[in-house]
């Protein structure tokens, strides 16, 4: 096979026809799309003045963002594979400035801000309104991705009026199995700004290791980590989110438990059970009494006084880190298995007391806590749903709950959302990135086979999830109207067992790009038929600019298919 060899900047690119006059066979693409797209019946291109300038209202982060576009502007030299066909014209000046106006500066970067903006380009100057300035730097993206060639151009006549469909557009990444340094954690968060989506789910601890400096708990991190370079302390989180918030993304942090947390048994192993056990109970164990779900044991003990002593401090100080108005409490695969190790439980059970109960009990500790300090607090859907161990309806007050699903697809998102919860959508049957690499425990006899799938790989998830996997998922299908309004959106889903920065952006990007526009503009036509043929190609575009703004996002098809649009697609 011939090796095909391009120039990085051959690979930028700008996509296909967005919503233009029919007649007009421009190659103008944004990605999400948006949902309102015009151009004139004879669009025509202008270039950017070498002295572009943006000009922005006086707030600290769209200041930032305004910085970082104007330079992004004027040297992404970004180079479409298939050039769009609009003619340079010879009588419209160069554009000069792009003016913002955002009617209230004030609004604060939470849950369902107004991420409204228009944008219009003519010459010499183009103008940019939304009601905040989270809106402004969601337009800021759509005005650069306008812009291609060297020297760089614009189309002109341009109007654009968007909106996300969704306020919850999230990407998870945990940090507890394996570590990743600031520097890729800002990089994901970069990406994700290009692609509209807001928010950032920083899954920071597990089982595996609890790699967050707290000032009143030290000891969890220095004695929970992987090692003192592989902590993430007060400052980082502080550069994070400040870093985060220019590219208008929340940071919603989890600490989860009472599952999940063998770590914390380094620094306190009086509250923790089972910790550091093997992970399926001696030999023989039937699966119903092993100790958790994969490796790396450990649940706090809701029956010791110290354990909400620590949990309180941790909640006090993650509140403090982060201004985020949401707190993820997690709540997952909690295993009757791991708490019947310690003599605490046994008694209490041998009393008659019960799982749920010892899980209530914790939830009815810890959530009020959280809700006193203007928080929400966001559990798995495992905390009401889970067939083993579950906490009763009334422990949950939905004005002050949101449950994120994982397990069971539509239908569990049709459980909670009945049961009048918002909701958080991230079924593993769709937005779990992790799916389809394989297992990851060692000497697993599903791969001695010499016939067969061996094991389906060992994924407990697989397949893989594609993007068209992604894209194609309609997260309020079978829901009520009065349902689908407590869904809040989506988040796929990075777990770390078999990933670390080596592999961080190809596992995320161009998948996540998939949720992005599904979630921002919807995955179907005017018509209400999918675009997954549409966006296959518009996908492909956007996929190789994002290799030229330095994310290492994984092909879709073969380059060939990139320059022959829909010829290869399934069916014509």
Same mark, same amino acid.
């Given at each position: ?14 996509? &296909?026809?967005?919503? *233009? +006059?029919? %007649?007009? =066979?421009? !190659? ?7 949902? #309102? $797209? ?22 600290p ?22 050039? &769009?066909?609009?003619? *340079? +014209?010879? %009588?419209? =000046?160069? !554009? ?7 009617? #209230? $500066? ?45 020297? &760089?151009?614009?189309?002109i ?15 998870? $990444? ?13 990089r ?41 370079a ?37 620094a ?50 993650v ?40 899980l ?54 049709k ?63 079978g ?29 995320i ?58 010829m ?5």
């Open positions: 096979m011939k090796q095909i060899q391009i120039s990085l900047s051959l690979l930028l690119l700008l996509l &296909p026809p967005l919503t *233009l +006059s029919t %007649t007009t =066979p421009t !190659l103008i693409n944004i990605w999400p799309k948006p949902l #309102n $797209l015009t151009f004139p019946a004879l669009p025509k291109s202008t270039l950017l003045s070498p002295t572009f300038q943006i000009h922005s209202p006086n707030h982060h769209l200041l930032t963002s305004s910085k970082r576009y104007t330079h992004l502007l004027l040297s992404e030299h970004h180079h479409p594979i298939i050039p &769009p066909s609009i003619n *340079l +014209s010879s %009588t419209s =000046p160069p !554009l000069q400035s792009l003016t913002i106006t955002v009617h #209230n $500066l004030l609004t604060p970067l939470t849950h369902a801000v107004d991420e409204s903006y228009t944008l219009t380009v003519s010459s010499p100057s183009a103008h940019l309104t939304s009601h905040t300035p989270w809106g402004a730097i969601r337009g800021l993206e759509t005005f650069s991705q306008l812009v291609w060639g060297y020297p &760089p151009r614009i189309p006549g341009v109007r654009v009026s968007d909106r996300p469909i969704f306020p919850h557009r999230g990407v998870l $990444l945990d940090t507890s199995r394996n570590y990743y340094p600031v520097a890729d954690i800002l994901t968060i970069k990406a994700m700004g290009e692609n509209k989506l807001n928010v950032f789910h920083w899954h920071i601890t597990d089982s595996h290791s609890f790699p967050i400096v707290l000032p009143s708990v030290p000891a969890l991190s220095t004695k929970g980590s992987y090692g003192e592989m902590r993430y302390s007060p400052e980082d989180v502080k550069r994070i989110v400040d870093f985060a918030a220019s590219y208008a993304i929340r940071v919603v942090p989890e600490i989860d438990m009472p599952g999940h947390t063998g770590s914390w048994a380094e306190y192993p009086e509250i923790v059970t089972c910790a550091n056990m093997f992970w399926t109970g001696p030999k023989g164990t039937a699966w119903a009494d092993r100790l958790a779900s994969e490796p790396g044991t450990g649940q706090l003990n809701p029956l010791h006084p110290k354990t909400y002593e620590v949990v309180r401090d941790v909640i006090h100080d509140a403090s880190l982060f201004p985020e108005k949401f707190f993820h409490a997690g709540g997952d695969e909690v295993v009757p298995g791991c708490w019947k190790t310690d003599p605490m439980v046994r008694s209490f059970v041998s009393k008659g007391g019960t799982m749920d109960e010892l209530e009990m914790f939830v009815n500790s810890t959530r009020p806590y959280i809700v006193s300090l203007n928080r929400t607090a966001v559990y798995w859907e495992d905390v009401l749903l889970d067939a083993t161990v579950k906490v009763n309806r009334s422990t949950l007050p939905p004005e002050t709950t949101i449950l994120q699903t994982w397990n069971n697809g539509p239908k569990n998102t459980s909670t959302t009945s049961a009048g919860y918002r909701t958080i959508v991230s079924s593993a049957d769709f937005y779990y990135l992790d799916c389809g690499h394989g297992g990851w425990v060692g000497n697993d006899s599903q791969y001695d086979r010499q016939t067969g799938d061996g094991g389906n790989g060992g994924s407990w998830c697989a397949p893989f999830k594609t993007w068209q996997r992604v894209y194609d998922y309609d997260i309020t299908y829901l009520t109207e009065e349902e689908a309004k407590l869904v809040l959106g989506g988040e796929v889903a990075l777990w770390s067992e078999q990933a670390d920065p080596t592999v961080l952006d190809a596992r990007w161009p998948r996540a790009s998939a949720m992005a526009e599904a979630l921002w503009s919807g995955n179907r036509d005017s018509s209400g038929k999918k675009r997954y043929a549409d966006a296959t190609d518009r996908l492909n575009e956007w996929r190789y600019r994002m290799i030229g703004r330095g994310v290492g996002a994984e092909p879709i098809q073969p380059l060939w298919c990139v320059t022959h649009p829909g290869c697609n399934a069916s014509q």
